[in-house]
């Protein structure tokens, strides 16, 4: 899908508890602090000449199984790869 064979997914965490404490309503600003750092991971990426792709899951299995204290939400993530070199053409 990005012409990566390999690569990393980083999923992304909040501390909303802490987040909690220092805002009212914070959900909203949970996600557009959590879409502003995956939009700017993914032009990090492109400006190295690597892949990116930001993924439409929340992620709370991920930090689930990896047994992250269930105060963390997670609120996205963003799969970045080497690219393919018949992708660069």
């Given at each position: 899908?990005?012409?990566?064979?390999?690569?990393?997914?980083?999923?992304?965490?909040?501390?909303?508890?802490?987040?909690?404490?220092?805002?009212?309503?914070?959900?909203?600003?949970?996600?557009?602090?959590?879409?502003?750092?995956?939009?700017?991971?993914?032009?990090?990426?492109?400006?190295?000449?690597?892949?990116?792709?930001?993924?439409?899951?929340?992620?709370?299995g991920?930090?689930?199984?990896a047994?992250?204290?269930?105060?963390?939400?997670?609120?996205?993530?963003?799969?970045?790869?080497?690219?393919?070199a018949?992708?660069?053409?």
């Amino acid at each position: 899908m990005i012409g990566a064979n390999t690569g990393t997914t980083l999923q992304l965490a909040c501390d909303f508890e802490l987040l909690t404490e220092c805002y009212d309503n914070p959900e909203t600003l949970m996600w557009r602090d959590a879409g502003a750092l995956a939009a700017t991971i993914a032009f990090s990426a492109t400006a190295l000449g690597m892949t990116s792709v930001v993924l439409g899951r929340a992620g709370g299995g991920v930090l689930k199984a990896a047994g992250i204290d269930p105060r963390f939400a997670a609120v996205g993530a963003v799969h970045v790869g080497a690219a393919v070199a018949s992708a660069m053409r």
